[in-house]
Structures are given as structure tokens and as C-alpha cells.
């Protein structure tokens, strides 16, 4: 799954306001990840970036899957003559520099890497440049459209969001990969923020019960370090207390396909003791193949169907989470 480069950690924290002398920084970074692939990242995000902008912010569309990239398409964008391989290989100085416009106000792309292995997986140095370039841009909102799967890779870009969002099938299937996908990245945060802590550990092993023990949340590992370690403690009650992904349920079909976000998120708190929020859900609808089929965006060619409107719902709760 991974190799030495995407291992390493990347570091985490990040300054909210900009620098001194420095450019400002986009508000928000929302990234749109899930444990599988043809689930709906590609057409939620794409369609998210596009309501967005018409309620008036400035959003960028990033395309991440990096070895797979079709974001351009969902938009009904032609093939993208800049992509991010040529920021990634450095044909251009800055992100800026492959920003591509979009029949869209207010909305532009930076189409995902076309070309090279090399582009699928970065290097790390390759990862931190472009995470921090990321964040540069003068906009309300920088919307990542993820890669499927768990590779560490995904993890970052999805850590490094402001709001991360997990989408899934109202299907045990799906359900099951969310989970994976959302506990990879607990894991992938704790290691990140404190390397020498060893709270994956830690925290692995109070949510597999042993013999017959009942699972412990990570909650009670701070309350049992704070006896022994306050500061240990205090650092991971930091780390847990910053993790709060939000689920998006796509191609919902019954009523009861609706209230699987909210049972899922409560599913989670139960037995990981911590938030998941849930953002709505989109209707499956042929109304989302026939837009992709005519190379259109979902809220340009079918702006009344059912999954429309899931969207427009879903961007609501998007921009309500900064109320
Ligand atoms: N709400 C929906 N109703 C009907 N079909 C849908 C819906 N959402 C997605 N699909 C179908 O699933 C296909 C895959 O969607 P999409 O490309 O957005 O998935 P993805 O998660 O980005 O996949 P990948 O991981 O391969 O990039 C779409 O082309 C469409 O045919
Ligand atoms: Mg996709």
C-alpha cells in the first residue's frame, strides 16, 4: 500500500491566519474522500464546487486523484491543456499557474495529473510543497476531490482539510469501507501529530477488546494517561478533540436509505466515543449518468432532478458548518 516516501509523516498543524507580508489563505479547505472507488467523490465534489459558487464564493475545484483524474468531465470541461503534473514536475512555478476556468463564476479547476507514475504517488516533498500551495489560494473555498482507498497519500490530503468529508452507499458494503476509510485517518492524525507518543498504538489497543473485555474509546485512554502523564494526556485529548469528519450518503434510493448518515454517525460515537457528522444525502438518480454521458455537470444539465437538489441541500449544511 505504501512506500518509504508516503510513509513519512506529514506535519499537521497549520497556521489559520496568513503570514506577515504573505498572501492571504483560502477560508476553507474541504476535501471529499471515501473507502471506494465509483461511489460519487467525483460528482459530489464537482457539483458542490459549482453550488457554492453560485451562492457566491470564490471556490476552487482540485482534482487529487492523482491516478485517475476525471474531475474536468463531472464539470463538463474538455481535456485540460495544464494539469497538475506539470506543478508537480515542475514545469510551472506555482499552482496558480494551472488554475483552468470553468463555464462556471467564481469557478476554477486544477485538473488532476495526467501523466507519469511519478505523479500517482509524489514524493514527499513533492506532497508538503503542494499541500502548503494549496492553501494559498485567494478564495472562500478549495474543494479536494480525493482518490479512492486508504493509501496514505488520500489520508493527507483528506488531514490536512479543514472538512473532511467521507462519502458513502447506503449499503453494509459501503458503510463498512467508510468506517475503514474514517479509522485510517484517526490513525493516520495520530501518528501524525505526535510521532514519538505512540497513540495509534495506545489507542489500538483499547478498541479491540480482548478476552471477553469490553472495547475502552480512545476518551478513556486520556482519562487513564492523565493519572500517569498529564501532558501525554492533554496532547491526545488535543488530537481527538480536532478529528471530526462529516458523511455525505449518495445514491440513496428507500426512506429508510435516508437515515443511514445519522445512524452511522451515532454508530461511531457509540463505540469510538467520537463525532462524525452527517451532511445530507443525494438521491440516486439517471439523472447523474445522463449528465456524465452528455459531458455535462449534474446542476447544469439536470438543475431540477432529484440529486440536484440533494446536492444544493448538502452545500447548504456545507457552508452552515461556518455559522
Ligand atoms: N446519485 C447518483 N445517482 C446515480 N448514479 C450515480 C450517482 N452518483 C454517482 N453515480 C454514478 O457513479 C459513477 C461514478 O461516480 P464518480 O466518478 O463521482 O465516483 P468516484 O467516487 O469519484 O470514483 P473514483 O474513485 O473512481 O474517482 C457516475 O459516473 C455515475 O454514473
Ligand atoms: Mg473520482
Redesign the pocket.
Known amino acids: 500500500m505504501s512506500n518509504p516516501s508516503e510513509a513519512e509523516v506529514i506535519e499537521l498543524p497549520r497556521p489559520k491566519a496568513p503570514a506577515p507580508g504573505r498572501k492571504t489563505r483560502a477560508r476553507r479547505v474541504i476535501a471529499v474522500g471515501?473507502g471506494?472507488?465509483?461511489?460519487?467523490?467525483?460528482?459530489?465534489s464537482a457539483n458542490l464546487g459549482i453550488a457554492l459558487a453560485k451562492r457566491g464564493a470564490k471556490v476552487v475545484l482540485v482534482d487529487l486523484?492523482l491516478g485517475?483524474a476525471?474531475l474536468h468531465t463531472?464539470l463538463g470541461v474538455g481535456q485540460p491543456k495544464v494539469t497538475l503534473s506539470d506543478f508537480i514536475d515542475r514545469r510551472v512555478q506555482n499552482l496558480e499557474d494551472v488554475l483552468i476556468p470553468t463555464p462556471f463564476e467564481r469557478l476554477s479547476l486544477v485538473s488532476g495529473a495526467m501523466d507519469g507514475l511519478d505523479a500517482a504517488n509524489p514524493r514527499h516533498s513533492q506532497k508538503t510543497k503542494l499541500i502548503r500551495n494549496l492553501r494559498m489560494f485567494d478564495v472562500d473555498y478549495v474543494l479536494l476531490?480525493l482518490?479512492?482507498g486508504t493509501a496514505f497519500n488520500v489520508l493527507d490530503f483528506f488531514l490536512v482539510a479543514d472538512t473532511g468529508v467521507v462519502?458513502m452507499l447506503p449499503e453494509p458494503t459501503s458503510i463498512e469501507n467508510a468506517y475503514r476509510f474514517i479509522k485510517a485517518a484517526f490513525f493516520r492524525r495520530l501518528q501524525s501529530l505526535a510521532p514519538e507518543d505512540d497513540f495509534a498504538h495506545l489507542v489500538g489497543q483499547a478498541l479491540a477488546p480482548r478476552d471477553g473485555q469490553l472495547g475502552r474509546t480512545p476518551w478513556d485512554v486520556v482519562a487513564e494517561l492523565r493519572t500517569r502523564d498529564p501532558e501525554k494526556a492533554a496532547r491526545l485529548e488535543q488530537a481527538l478533540g480536532g478529528f471530526h469528519p462529516w458523511v455525505i450518503v449518495?445514491?440513496a434510493r428507500t426512506r429508510a436509505d435516508f437515515d443511514v448518515g445519522p445512524t452511522v454517525a451515532s454508530a461511531w460515537k457509540k463505540f469510538f466515543g467520537l463525532e462524525l457528522g452527517y451532511l445530507g444525502a443525494?438521491?440516486?438518480?439517471?439523472a447523474?449518468?445522463q449528465a456524465?454521458r452528455a459531458r455535462r455537470s449534474l446542476l447544469d444539465a439536470f438543475p431540477d432532478s432529484a440529486?440536484a437538489s440533494g446536492v444544493l441541500r448538502v452545500a447548504e449544511n456545507l457552508i452552515a458548518l461556518e455559522r
Open positions: 471515501g471506494k472507488g465509483g461511489i460519487g467523490k467525483s460528482l459530489l486523484d485517475g476525471n463531472c476531490d482518490g479512492a462519502v449518495n445514491q443525494v438521491n440516486h438518480d439517471d447523474v449518468w456524465v440529486a
